[in-house]
């Protein structure tokens, strides 16, 4: 797509005078946005995967981001709640037992919780979600809210971060196994599922825009849908930065107890 006709994007849109006039037109302008503006471009995410940050913040951030990855299947209910098609409610449906899990089947959530106790951190605690920053609690709600109150077609669109989940897991996998002698492939295993997870979920939600987004006005808003989202895993990183690496940690939020380099 003609990089021209991005040049009115902000930080909440594409822009007003930007007209997407196809299914290829759109495809390319949401592989723009994550190119610009996914969360694998923060510093934070730098230092983490670099091996710049000490245990106490890699602690932080799983804990904090254990709050995101427990309300993904609640944010998924809400998805297939606003779906009268059968078909969309049965696709979309595995989402939730990624993560939940089922009977005699460990998800997600399982496996995030696996990373926590082996960085140290109390399960109870984690699960209490009473340490976490604002901010995190705001961001991520309000990603629920988005998928409750918006379209369908946008709520399914807020989910195309997983186009780029997969390049960002490896190297998570790879710089954090290799900086971090408290790390373990064990305690990784959420990550190493989700390379297989996330293809899948962005195919079936990038092939649903491109159907159903008929107008330059739906593909406007599935693009502004996907800058929300990348907006929502942005500002985490932004809480985390200012209360963890410059040390401006909120009045009750958590407060790392160790503090090793990484080896």
Excluded at 29 to 56: D, E, M, Q, V
Excluded at 139 to 161: D, G, M, Q
Excluded at 209 to 237: D, G, M, S, Y
């Amino acid at each position: 797509m003609n990089a021209v006709t991005l040049t009115g994007m902000t930080a909440l849109s594409i822009g007003k005078d930007t007209r997407l006039n196809s299914a290829e037109e759109l495809e390319a302008t949401l592989r723009h946005i994550g190119a610009t503006r996914y969360h694998s471009l923060h510093p934070f995410h730098r230092l983490l995967h670099g091996g710049k940050l000490n245990k106490g913040q890699v602690q932080a951030w799983a804990l904090n981001r254990y709050y995101y990855q427990s309300t993904i299947p609640i944010k998924d209910a809400v998805v297939i709640s606003r779906f009268r098609d059968r078909a969309t409610r049965l696709e979309w449906r595995h989402r939730i037992e990624d993560h939940d899990g089922d009977v005699g089947s460990e998800g997600g959530i399982e496996r995030w919780l696996k990373l926590t106790e082996g960085l140290g951190l109390d399960t109870a605690y984690v699960e209490s979600t009473e340490g976490i920053l604002p901010a995190t609690r705001f961001a991520v709600e309000a990603y629920v809210h988005f998928c409750r109150e918006k379209s369908p077609l946008e709520a399914i669109a807020s989910s195309l971060t997983e186009l780029f989940a997969p390049n960002l897991h490896e190297e998570r996998i790879s710089g954090m196994l290799e900086h971090y002698d408290f790390v373990n492939p064990d305690i990784m295993s959420y990550f190493k599922r989700r390379l297989a997870q996330a293809p899948r979920d962005a195919g079936f939600a990038l092939d649903y825009v491109k159907a159903h987004a008929k107008t330059p006005e739906e593909r406007a808003a599935v693009c502004n849908a996907l800058i929300f989202k990348t907006n929502v895993l942005w500002v985490q990183l932004d809480a985390l930065y200012h209360a963890y690496v410059e040390g401006h940690i909120p009045p009750g939020a958590f407060v790392p107890k160790v503090n090793q380099k990484a080896s």
